[in-house]
């Protein structure tokens, strides 16, 4: 049933390769954050500028990724993508199959997906911020990007630190569902290794058990970064 | 892209919306039931009763449902005493393996979204029950427990859109449901952007139904936040 000497590390066991697919679930998650975080600035942004057709797209864009499940959005940025090359290859005389590295599809299709959370995230974190800080930085003379930079963006971090913890968590557990692209990330690594060794139980109580301690550890790690984001309240 | 070929994938993932539906009123109809006792037991004074509770939920949320299906699907079944016994008539049937699985699943956090509606229950409503001389029971069905689903509401339409979106990963067990129809789709005419964004505008549609029936049980059950016309 638990067969625990096939997660010894070295050529008999799967240690090694499990740990190897658990750095890679870190890299992928990190780097699709990082891509989310990057896309909701504009987005959140586009949302409250007042500019109307910005707001349209922006609404639309965030609706729809998180309307629609992600496993769909994956297939959709994975398939679609290398459909979409082979089309624009076709018309420069290229026959044959490409497809993008299971890598850059992983971060860019589940980055997309997290920006859209990331989004509301920020334009939450906006609103809560007192009008007056504006006002009163424009009284003060501050240009438009110093009162960004030095007024809003660390108002807008510490408020939007607990929604990105919790994004980071979804992230983190959408970055399963890459393994349908077969980048091997623990998903992948564990079904393989199941596949071979015919142990289910063992690999996904594995793949189970390394989510958890991922996702308890980052819980931890957001907590001490609100707890330092938050020193200079008054404690009740 | 071809707008043609959208439509005729539309009405065959349709086919899979039946599939779609059943497990998600059945794993929301049974989630929904358990996650009372589950909620009333996290709240309850007796400790092991609420710390088992909060370890279930906290190893349900701290893993991808992908695992959950997994170890469900493929792992409850690799078990010889699973398989001799009367559950493998279910745990044979990707179907309620699905169920199963998005059960637990959802459960987990419909928990969590009940405890913190009964805990934002007054305290004065409570006192009154006890100086009314109510007994618990219909203290808690009475008075608790529909405030704290009023309470819930918008927490829980987020869950139910969730779940929505969750169905979606059952087809990797290989059952044909809207997902499952249209990832066949795209094997047979290697055009996954018509199959695909035939099948989400399905789930859009599902989603968009999700969140205009809870702004109206909203509207419904909160007629002291209605704006007086």
Same mark, same amino acid.
């Not at chain 1, 990724?65 to 499940?69: S, Y």
């Not at chain 1, 018309?91 to 590295?101: D, K, M, Q, S």
């Given at each position: 049933?638990?067969?625990?000497n096939l997660?010894?590390f070295?050529?008999?066991?799967?240690?090694?390769?499990?740990l190897?697919?658990?750095?890679?679930?870190i890299?992928v998650?990190?780097s699709?954050? /990082?891509l989310?975080v990057?896309?909701?600035i504009f *987005?959140a942004?586009?949302?409250i500028?007042?500019n109307i057709?910005l707001?349209?797209?922006?609404n639309?864009?965030? *609706?729809v990724?998180?309307?629609?499940?992600e496993l769909l959005?994956?297939?959709l940025?994975?398939?679609g993508?290398?459909?979409g090359?082979?089309?624009?290859?076709k018309?420069?005389?290229?026959?044959?199959?490409?497809?993008?590295?299971a890598f850059?599809?992983? *971060?860019?299709?589940?980055?997309?997906i997290s920006a859209?959370?990331?989004?509301e995230?920020f334009?939450?974190?906006?609103?809560?911020?007192?009008?007056g800080?504006?006002?009163?930085a424009?009284?003060?003379?501050?240009?438009?990007?110093?009162t960004?930079?030095?007024?809003?963006?660390?108002?807008?971090l510490?408020?939007?630190?607990?929604?990105? /913890?919790?994004?980071?968590?979804? *992230?983190?557990?959408?970055?399963?569902?890459i393994?349908v692209?077969g980048?091997?990330?623990i998903?992948r690594?564990?079904?393989?290794?199941?596949n071979?060794?015919?142990?289910p139980l063992?690999?996904?109580?594995?793949a189970?058990?390394?989510?958890l301690i991922?996702?308890?550890?980052?819980?931890?790690a957001?907590?001490?970064?609100?707890d330092y984001?938050?020193k200079n309240?008054v404690?009740? | 892209?071809d707008?043609?070929?959208?439509?005729n994938?539309?009405?065959?993932i349709?086919?899979?919306l039946?599939?779609?539906l059943i497990?998600? #009123?059945?794993s929301?109809?049974l989630g929904? #039931?358990?996650?009372?006792?589950f909620a009333l037991?996290?709240?309850?004074?007796?400790?092991?009763?609420?710390?088992?509770?909060?370890?279930?939920i906290?190893v349900?949320?701290g893993?991808? $449902?992908?695992?959950q299906?997994?170890?469900?699907y493929f792992?409850?079944?690799?078990?010889k005493?699973v398989?001799d016994? #009367?559950l493998?008539?279910?745990?044979k049937?990707?179907?309620w393996c699905?169920?199963?699985a998005?059960?637990i699943?959802?459960?987990?956090y419909?928990?969590?979204?009940?405890?913190?509606g009964?805990?934002?229950?007054n305290k004065?409503?409570i006192?009154s029950?006890e100086s009314?001389?109510?007994?618990?029971?219909?203290m808690?069905f009475r008075?608790? $427990?529909?405030?704290?689903?009023?309470q819930?509401l918008?927490?829980?339409g987020?869950e139910?859109i969730?779940?929505?979106?969750a169905?979606?990963l059952?087809s990797?067990?290989t059952y044909m449901e809207m997902t499952?129809?249209?990832?066949?789709?795209?094997?047979?005419?290697f055009a996954?952007?018509?199959?695909?964004i035939?099948?989400g505008s399905i789930?859009? #549609? $599902?989603n968009?139904?999700?969140v205009q029936?809870?702004k109206?049980l909203?509207?419904?059950y909160?007629?002291?936040l209605?704006?007086?016309?």
């Open positions: 049933m638990l067969k625990f997660l010894i070295g050529d008999t066991g799967w240690g090694d390769e499990m190897f697919s658990c750095i890679m679930t890299l998650s990190l699709a954050m /990082g989310g990057f896309i909701a *987005t942004w586009a949302k500028s007042g057709v707001k349209i797209i922006a639309f864009y965030t *609706t990724i998180r309307g629609v499940p959005v994956i297939y940025i994975f398939f993508s290398s459909a090359i082979m089309y624009i290859s018309i420069f005389g290229y026959y044959g199959y490409i497809e993008f590295n850059t599809m992983g *971060t860019i299709s589940i980055g997309i859209a959370y990331s989004t995230v334009r939450g974190a906006y609103n809560i911020i007192d009008r800080q504006i006002e009163a424009r009284a003060l003379g501050l240009s438009k990007i110093n960004f930079i030095k007024i809003l963006t660390p108002q807008i510490k408020h939007a630190l607990p929604g990105l /913890g919790n994004v980071w968590q979804i *992230t983190l557990k959408d970055t399963a569902l393994s692209t980048l091997v990330e998903m690594q564990s079904r393989v290794a199941a071979v060794t015919h142990s063992t690999f996904y109580l594995t189970a058990v390394l989510y991922l996702t308890s550890f980052s819980s931890k957001f907590n001490k970064l609100e984001s938050n309240q404690k009740a | 892209m707008i043609q070929l959208i439509i994938n539309f009405f065959s349709l086919q899979g039946d599939e779609t497990l998600i #009123f059945l929301l109809i929904f #039931f358990i996650s009372i006792p037991a996290r709240v309850s004074s007796i400790k092991i009763l609420s710390q088992s509770i909060y370890y279930y906290f349900i949320r893993t991808p $449902l992908l695992v299906i997994y170890l469900i792992g409850l079944g690799s078990i005493a398989r016994s #009367f493998w008539v279910l745990l049937e990707p179907f699905g169920v199963i998005l059960v699943n959802t459960v987990a419909t928990t969590e979204i009940f405890r913190g009964i805990q934002s229950v004065g409503q006192e029950c009314l001389g109510m007994s618990k029971f219909t808690y008075i608790i $427990l529909p405030c704290a689903f009023r819930a918008p927490a829980y987020n139910i969730l779940m929505v979106k169905t979606s059952i990797l067990t499952g129809i249209a990832r066949s789709i795209m094997y047979k005419t996954p952007v018509e199959a695909f035939a099948a789930y859009l #549609f $599902l968009f139904l999700v029936l809870i109206f909203e509207w419904k909160n007629p002291h209605r704006i007086k016309t």
